[in-house]
């Protein structure tokens, strides 16, 4: 069996709101495999975008294993926790996250430039990633003069130009229109087939999970069903 891309074993997470705790997580196992497709949706509060955070490397559970690239990331230091997220895997976020005085190129750019590459590299795999978004005319175009559909293409150019193994997608087209969200969800599946990368989107909207070739749906914590689950149970 191949090496899963991303894997939580068993994993909860409790917060603490003064003297009360907060169960988010309920003891969740998921595996996610090179080059898959995934939906995680549920309503508010059903532990997706806690579950998200902990894929993301940006939170630790407070049990359980995370594994990345065959490493217990719940074992490594914050140091090498940062290091293997920029390494591994790419973020694309509902509000865009761009930096609103730098150009699209330089907002593209900066996962290499934590990673030391020379800026004439940093620019040149920037400016190719834009272009691989449909971007090629707007390198030097600030945030404010994008629409809302060209900031988040900006947003995948730069979850993409570190060549990720995970991109994590949390609501991304949340804060856009109908129209301009799916040719945004053509982007990430058209990216999913030609280069492989992995892609998790999180979402409350069935229509946007309905698009992925998976369907993990949560409630309370828990992984209520995973459409995974059934089609292999469908195999002979």
Same mark, same amino acid.
């Given at each position: ?73 719940? /074992?490594?230091?914050?140091?090498? %926790? ?55 005319? /707007? ?26 193994? %995970? ?46 070739? /998976? ?22």
């Amino acid at each position: 069996m191949t090496d899963p891309t991303i894997e939580a074993v068993d994993v909860t997470r409790t917060y603490q709101l003064g003297e009360a705790s907060v169960h988010a997580l309920r003891g969740v196992t998921l595996r996610i495999d090179p080059g898959e497709y995934a939906a995680i949706i549920g309503p508010s509060g059903s532990g997706k975008s806690t579950l998200m955070h902990l894929f993301g490397l940006l939170d630790r559970p407070t049990t359980g294993v995370i594994n990345v690239r065959d490493r217990d990331a719940t /074992r490594i230091s914050d140091t090498e %926790l940062a290091v293997l997220r920029n390494e591994a895997i790419g973020f694309v976020f509902q509000s865009f996250q761009l930096l609103a005085r730098t150009t699209a190129v330089d907002n593209v750019a900066m996962p290499l430039l934590y990673r030391g590459v020379h800026k004439a590299e940093r620019r040149r795999r920037a400016a190719e990633a834009l272009a691989a978004v449909g971007l090629e005319s /707007r390198t030097a175009h600030r945030p404010s003069q994008l629409s809302g559909g060209e900031q988040q293409r900006v947003a995948i150019a730069r979850a993409l130009v570190g060549e990720p193994q %995970l991109l994590l997608a949390d609501e991304p087209t949340g804060n856009l229109d109908t129209r301009t969200g799916q040719e945004v969800m053509d982007i990430l599946e058209r990216l999913n087939v030609e280069r492989g990368v992995a892609v998790v989107v999180v979402t409350h909207d069935g229509e946007v999970a309905s698009r992925a070739c /998976r369907q993990i749906h949560m409630r309370d914590g828990q992984i209520e069903s995973d459409s995974a689950s059934t089609t292999s149970g469908m195999n002979p």
